[in-house]
């Protein structure tokens, strides 16, 4: 598990596709979806992807288990959550895994704005892990 930042995207793809059907099949394409258009932007080459549960985490540490840093680094959630009868998506940042503590923002998000709400989550993870680096042209392109 410990191998490069693309492995780590696309083990979480495998995990995210062998949810079965039909009881996960909108939650599987909308993180497939989600995740395959970062790694077409070639996010996953400078950004860790893991998974606690059905959430999808993302984070800059080198190494996988983020449970093992003291203190906890900073990490963005994917999830979703019951509202209104529906499912509600959301990325979320935090220091904490987010079944166990609030997170310090959450946004809820669709389809169409999932991507852009990612990226600009991204950057901020960017900014407090990465001080000394400039941001990844994939968070930069296209805004």
């Known amino acids: 598990m410990n191998g490069t930042n693309q492995q780590s995207w696309r083990l979480v793809l495998d995990f995210v596709s062998s949810f079965p059907e039909p009881l996960w099949s909108d939650w599987k394409r909308f993180m497939e ?41 900073p990490r963005i959630t994917l999830g979703w959550s019951k509202a209104d009868g529906g499912k509600q998506y959301f990325v979320a940042y935090s220091h904490l895994n987010l079944f166990n503590s609030a997170p310090e923002s959450l946004t809820v998000v669709n389809s169409e704005t999932a991507f852009s709400v990612l990226r600009s989550y991204m950057a901020q993870l960017w900014r407090e892990t990465q001080i000394n680096e400039a941001l990844p042209r994939a968070l930069t392109e296209g805004t």
């Open 33 to 73: 979806s989600l995740l395959r258009t970062c790694i077409d932007a070639g996010l996953d080459q400078h950004f860790r992807a893991g998974q606690s549960v059905s959430q999808i985490i993302i984070s800059t540490a080198k190494e996988h288990g983020l449970e093992k840093y003291d203190p906890p680094l």
